[in-house]
């Protein structure tokens, strides 16, 4: 569908459910969804989601997913750190249903220019691995899907670690998967590399990554 937006912009939308059975599988690095100032962009995202490494920043950008996660700010000032809860729930009760954890702050983000894209996160141990679902509100399917779907499983990963299971599916839900006008024109020529196979000479492992990036 093609639909207004609030930047002055229309954009190509629809909700969105994608389901990865193995998303730890190699190859596991797509080059063109690596849209950050330089390849290393995307371990650097995996940190500020993961360690917090821009959380300092929390005041001038309005949040970070690791501030929201791991620091959540009640009005009062409480800070309730949600994946330490998550991950002692699974720890008592891998079956549990109430292992999540949100980003939304109504008393902040209903006013927000930029809230927060991922909502909520939810976890369950099915047949011995780590499931996670993912939920946003809102997602750029060509310029952040990618990277946010590798930072959320190496989350995953994270957690999985914690308790002592490795990591399983991994579903990722959006409301609204959009791609930007402004954006129309690159999309379509990726659309078109898709199909003709040349987007699948951009799949590489993560040994190879690390390699280029010389880590």
């Given at each position: 569908m093609l639909i207004d937006t609030e930047y002055?912009?229309?954009?190509?939308?629809a909700p969105a459910v994608i389901i990865?059975?193995?998303?730890?599988?190699?190859?596991r690095i797509h080059l063109k969804g690596i849209?950050?100032?330089?390849?290393?962009g995307l371990l650097d995202y995996v940190d500020e989601v993961i360690k917090g490494i821009h959380d300092h920043l929390v005041e001038k950008i309005g949040y970070t997913y690791?501030?929201?996660?791991?620091n959540y700010r009640l009005p009062n000032d409480v800070i309730i750190n949600q994946i330490d809860e998550v991950i002692k729930k699974l720890k008592k009760a891998p079956y549990t249903r109430r292992a999540q954890a949100i980003t939304w702050q109504p008393w902040k983000d209903l006013e927000a220019?930029?809230?927060?894209?991922?909502?909520?996160?939810?976890?369950?141990?099915?047949e011995g691995k780590l499931a996670m679902h993912a939920h946003m509100r809102s997602n750029d399917a060509f310029k952040a899907a990618f990277m946010n779907m590798y930072a959320f499983t190496e989350l995953q990963k994270y957690i999985?670690?914690?308790?002592?299971?490795?990591p399983g599916y991994y579903i990722h839900i959006a409301d609204s998967y959009h791609v930007y006008e402004r954006d129309?024109?690159?999309f379509d020529k990726f659309v078109e590399q898709i199909r003709n196979g040349e987007s699948r000479?951009?799949?590489i492992t993560t040994q190879d990554y690390l390699k280029k990036i010389k880590i």
């Open positions: 002055g912009e229309k954009s190509i939308d990865v059975k193995n998303p730890h599988s190699e190859p849209v950050a100032g330089s390849l290393k690791h501030e929201r996660l791991f220019e930029h809230p927060p894209c991922l909502q909520r996160i939810w976890f369950r141990v099915v999985a670690q914690q308790i002592g299971v490795e129309f024109k690159w000479q951009k799949w």
